[in-house]
């Protein structure tokens, strides 16, 4: 997509603003919609698509930081733009094959090594 990196961290920033759509993304970077249309459908990718995916990369990101390890799932969903918390795992089940909760898993495990943060008796982790 032809589009500035500022532009994309202007409308990246917004992700997590439920008022963001198709419209706004395309004001932001100054092109039609129409244009902003043509550039992602040259990629596969449909507007919103692209903002759905963006919102759960940044969930996905929430979910592996350990500063967030006791934000509930729904929160991380809200917090990244998810209105709805069976949307948001449906959307997380497509993309990482798991849902967000076994995605935690899988990730703080990977990083781990499977023992809780800070217990120091396997047996517990």
């Given amino acids: 997509m032809d589009l500035d990196r500022k532009k ?3 409308y990246s920033a917004s992700l997590g603003d439920l008022s963001l ?3 706004l993304v395309a004001a932001v970077c100054n092109v039609s919609l129409r244009r ?3 550039l992602l459908s040259e990629e596969g990718h449909s507007i919103s698509d692209w903002i759905w995916e963006r919102r759960l990369v940044r969930a996905s990101t929430m979910l592996r ?3 967030f390890v006791d934000r ?3 929160n991380v969903a809200f917090a ?3 209105v ?3 949307h948001f795992s449906s959307r997380s089940k497509a993309r990482f094959g798991v849902s967000p909760r076994g995605f935690r898993a899988r990730e703080t495990q990977a990083v781990t090594g499977g023992w809780r943060s800070g217990c120091p008796h396997k047996q517990l982790a």
């Fill in 21 to 23: 759509d198709p419209g």
């Fill in 72 to 74: 509930r799932i729904s």
């Fill in 36 to 38: 902003l249309q043509e």
């Fill in 8 to 10: 994309k961290r202007n």
């Fill in 65 to 67: 930081d350990s500063t």
């Fill in 80 to 82: 990244r733009g998810f």
């Fill in 84 to 86: 709805n918390h069976t």
